[in-house]
């Protein structure tokens, strides 16, 4: 919890200087074993990923996630809550994405879960990064499912920098354009520069389906801030570390 009440201020200095970061994300359900998970928290932080989300589009135990949150704790990296539901929080992590799923069709997701939320992240003291969450994509995935919405088409960017620009505007201090987990294509490079054209300096995070470094730097030359890898990370590790070089080497 070193990190806590310094998580915001680290990620805008970084992007303030011109760097790039990289996240990298962990469900607490494909975890095999803590010693697996150790090895693989040193190699991603070696390689320099400047935070650990922690979080899945199912439910999940508290413990499971207190424990990786304990994890990064020890290797001195921020971790943030990236809860799929109420039950992916935990009083152990430095902050949380604090998640508006704005192009869900369900009000839970806007609006309903955070109301569930907000009293035991205040009784947690979780660090909050408000987060304008906006789903991508022409193929249905776990998060477009489990969270009913209705993803922006990649050829329609212009209702992406929409959503986007409505986030900026009612204050949120992130947008989070979201392929969805193990996406067969991540979103375009040209539809990540529509968005950023419009939001100029508010956080652009891009996830989902980014499996290579070449990938990841044309995602970050087009005006993503922040590259999320998860599912490369579970599959593939040296093939993570190149992207998490990728990024921090742009
Ligand atoms: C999912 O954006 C993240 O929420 C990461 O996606 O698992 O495809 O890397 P991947």
Known sequence: MRWRGRVYNYIRSEIDRGAKLHFSLIDPEKVSSTEELQKILEMVTDAGTDAIL???????FVEDVTNIAKLVDSLNKPSILFPGSVSGLSPYA???LFISLLNSDD?????GAQVYAAPLVRRFKLEVLPTGYVIVGDWPSSVSVMGRARPIPMKKPEIGAAYALA???MGMKFVYLEAGSGAPHPIPPSFIKVVKSCIDDTALIVGGGVRDSDTARELVKAGADIIVTGTVIEENVSRALDVIRGVKRF
């Open 54 to 60: 922690i979080g899945g589009s199912l439910q999940v």
């Open 94 to 96: 430095d902050a949380i």
């Open 167 to 169: 986030a900026k505007y």
């Open 107 to 111: 009000p839970y997701f806007i609006v």
